[in-house]
């Protein structure tokens, strides 16, 4: 018998047993927690996101794909890019919503074949939780880069 029920329209993962992405986000969170395992939270959130494009608004998938380049690949903290770009991001300083609204949300301008997923991390379990979710963010950029769609798009070009 099989139990794959659906397939998630942005990431593709399949559905197991009617679990959601969303809900496999807020698993993740969960053992998060619960465990006391927040140093990749940052990494976390962001991957879940940028899979999910459509939760952002075009400028906020823009800033995502930037603060990726920046965590992963330039080894920036979350501690530092807070106060890099702080004022940047913060919602009453900002004219732009980075959060999508009905009429605008973000899409990538060429498809994506992405090699990892949530799913994936669920999977593993939460004792590699910390290596499941860096090894998804790094499969993420390594994905966005190979499609194009970082293409342009550079930490110190959108993170001022």
């Known amino acids: 018998m099989n139990d794959v029920q659906a397939a998630c329209p942005e990431c593709g993962d399949r559905w197991l047993q009617g679990q959601t ?27 879940y996101h940028l899979q999910h494009p459509s939760l952002y608004s075009p400028e906020g998938l823009t800033v995502g794909r930037a603060l990726l380049i920046a965590f992963v690949e330039d080894g920036v903290t979350p501690e530092t890019m807070r106060k890099r770009i702080g004022r940047q991001v ?16 973000g899409i990538y301008e060429k498809p994506v074949v992405w090699t990892m997923r949530i799913g994936d991390c669920v ?16 499969s993420i950029l390594a994905s966005l880069r190979a499609s194009g769609n970082l293409d342009g798009i550079s930490a110190q070009s959108v993170l001022k």
Do not use: I, K, N
């Open 90 to 105: 913060d919602s009453g300083a900002r004219t732009d919503s980075l959060t999508a609204r009905p009429d605008r949300y």
């Open 21 to 47: 992405c969303a809900d496999a986000f807020h698993l993740l969170l969960g053992w998060e927690w619960e465990h006391q395992m927040q140093a990749v939270h940052h990494l976390l959130v962001l991957s």
């Open 123 to 138: 999977r593993a379990g939460p004792d590699p939780f910390y290596a499941s979710v860096r090894a998804w963010a790094a």
